[in-house]
């Protein structure tokens, strides 16, 4: 016997089985947002299903029926190789498929006239999928070809009424569309990005940003140094003055921090809780530790921080760095409790 629903509501049950469905229906768009190879397999996949999808309607030219024949083969073998490749293709790759769905898009267009399909509404997807995974300069230049495209299709494919409201049409909704995807994409990097207490850089974002500076110091032989700082004594903000108080501190901290660092290229993040991160790059053991310096003078009144340091070697990972910072910071910290202030303010 199930149990009785009152008022026609959710069991508790029902809830956890509906919130672990939401949560992986979410993981799952995630994914997809981070591997653009299971997009394209996804897109060619619809390609596929579109162009064979036309076929019983009426009665096709022969020319045509073996067009959209091909043409299904042809998104099929696409799909296949993203399928079984996955992300071991380089990622440039993925310009091509673009630049091939665009041509197919333009055959499309031209086949689908003999039999009144409007198959010139695929551009759509090619847009919103390089508005998804390519550069501003990389969308603009897959749009140039869409309209290039459709420019040749109505020029020198079969007659349309109007051509040029008919390009007008496809290529402005077109372009809507990509704006709309960019700015929402741009809107939501933005927000993975950032910590929603103190609006600086979230965990996320440093991992990124230490991993690509990084790099970036291995190619160029620039200094590279982090600081990894803790507020001492914050559990006792939170139990005395309560957590909206808690949280007002780290606000305050980011924003005089914020304020404080170099414009360059230095990088502050909430790491976690009370947890901060610095990366300064162009800095050695002297000049990361001057920048600290210029964080603790501007601490709210009653705060201490303990704060750690570490400067690339020239081959240890991002986290062995910064678990050398971790390991300062904390002997920092036990110094402090036995009366030691250096680095600690």
Not at 132 to 145: E, Q
Not at 195 to 219: F, V
Not at 241 to 250: E, I, S, Y
Not at 274 to 290: K, R, T, Y
Request: charge should be neutral.
């Amino acid at each position: 016997m199930g149990k009785a629903r009152k008022g026609g509501g959710l069991l508790p049950s029902d809830k956890q089985e509906q919130t672990a469905r939401t949560i992986s229906l979410g993981a799952h768009l995630r994914k997809l947002l981070q591997d653009p190879s299971e997009a394209a397999a996804i897109f060619w996949g619809g390609g596929a299903i579109a162009a064979l999808s036309v076929l019983p309607l009426g009665n096709w030219p022969r020319a045509s029926l073996l067009a959209l024949v091909g043409i299904a083969g042809l998104c099929t073998i696409s799909c296949g190789i993203r399928v079984i490749a996955r992300d071991r293709l380089p990622r440039w790759t993925m310009h091509l498929d673009a630049g091939l769905a665009t041509v197919v898009g333009g055959v499309m267009s031209v086949v689908g006239v003999t039999n009144n399909v409007n198959f010139a509404v695929l551009f759509v997807w090619v847009a919103l999928f390089a508005a998804l995974y390519f550069r501003p300069i990389g969308v603009l230049g897959h749009l140039a070809g869409i309209g290039i495209a459709y420019g040749l299709v109505l020029t020198l494919g079969p007659t349309v009424p109007n051509p040029v409201a008919a390009w007008l049409s496809i290529v402005g909704t077109v372009s809507m569309a990509t704006l709309v995807m960019v700015a929402v994409m741009s809107l939501l990097r933005s927000s993975a990005q950032l910590d929603p207490l103190t609006g600086i850089a979230n965990r996320r974002h440093w991992d990124e940003r230490i991993e690509a500076e990084r790099e970036r110091s291995k190619r160029t032989g620039q200094a590279l140094s982090v600081a990894m700082i803790d507020v001492d004594d914050f559990k006792a903000v939170n139990d005395r003055d309560g957590h909206d108080a808690g949280d007002r501190v780290l606000e305050e901290l980011a924003d005089a921090w914020t304020a404080a660092i170099r414009g360059g290229g230095d990088f502050l993040a909430r790491l976690g809780g009370d947890e901060f991160g610095l990366l300064a790059p162009g800095s050695d053991g002297s000049g990361i530790q001057s920048l600290a310096e210029r964080l603790v003078d501007v601490l709210p009144p009653g705060l201490a921080v303990s704060i750690g340091f570490g400067t690339w070697d020239g081959s240890e990972s991002a986290s062995q760095l910064m678990r050398r910072a971790d390991q300062s910071m904390y002997r920092t910290k036990l110094r402090y409790r036995h009366g030691d202030m250096r680095h600690h303010a």
